[in-house]
């Protein structure tokens, strides 16, 4: 199985800031890596799909990147609505696996 | 619009079945692999099993393989998640999502608590 290994677990930042989360998968994934956000309560979202697509109706805060094993998920200009949890996951080879979300707070 | 809803879930005991359902609407359901998530109490997401569009091909979990089937019915726009032979640690929130370039539409899910 592909093993997804998500850094940071959690993460303080401000409002206004920038944040990073990164994505490594155990082999390449052929850039099949997606995002997702979820708040307590509510189902994951889905934000990005081949590692730098938009879905439809995300902003454009959201961006993706990466290749190979390495992957990023980089929120800009950070609002009270995006502190969340956040996943990545890769859907080249089944089964599908999912990075252990990282927890992004307020400071 | 996309619409995914999940029903079925409960309190079952141990080694017991339950049958999770999952009723789409907003899209054309055929052309479409469905896919179940779940995601313990407290825990990070873990994909569970996958049916394609003509339910031609079918994959699982190792945790859930040979205790779990997928079906769908396309003329009812729903696809079925049978657990059998379940364990407290099958206790979770079931999503059903949609596969479109990636898992693009998601339920709002159902829970399962397997207690004795």
């Known amino acids: 199985d592909v093993q997804m290994t998500q850094s940071p677990s959690s993460l303080s930042a401000s409002v206004g800031d920038r944040v990073t989360i990164t994505c490594r998968a155990s082999q390449g994934i052929n850039n099949y890596l997606a995002w997702f956000q979820q708040k307590p309560g509510e189902a994951p979202k889905s934000l990005i799909y081949?590692?730098?697509s938009l879905q439809s109706g995300v902003p454009s805060k959201f961006s993706g990147s990466g290749s190979g094993t390495d992957f990023t998920l980089t929120i800009n200009n950070l609002q009270p609505e995006d502190f969340a949890t956040y996943y990545c996951?890769?859907?080249?080879?089944?089964?599908?696996?999912f990075g252990q979300g990282t927890n992004l707070e307020i400071k | 619009q996309v619409q995914l809803v999940e029903s079925g879930g409960g309190v079952v005991q141990p080694g017991r079945s339950l049958r999770l359902s999952c009723a789409a609407s907003?899209?054309?359901?055929?052309?479409?692999?469905i896919h179940w998530v779940r995601q313990a109490p407290g825990k990070g997401l873990e994909w569970v099993a996958a049916?394609?569009?003509?339910?031609?091909?079918?994959y699982f979990a190792d945790s859930v393989k040979g205790r779990f089937t997928i079906s769908r019915d396309n003329s009812r726009n729903t696809v079925l998640l049978q657990m059998n032979s379940l364990r407290p640690e099958d206790t979770a929130i079931y999503y059903c999502?949609?596969?479109?370039?990636?898992?693009?539409?998601w339920g709002q899910g159902t829970l399962v608590t397997v207690s004795s």
């Open positions: 996951q890769q859907y080249d080879t089944y089964p599908y696996t």
């Open positions: 999502a949609r596969r479109h370039w990636a898992l693009d539409a």
């Open positions: 049916i394609s569009y003509d339910e031609s091909r079918k």
């Open positions: 081949g590692t730098s």
């Open positions: 907003g899209f054309t359901f055929s052309s479409y692999a």
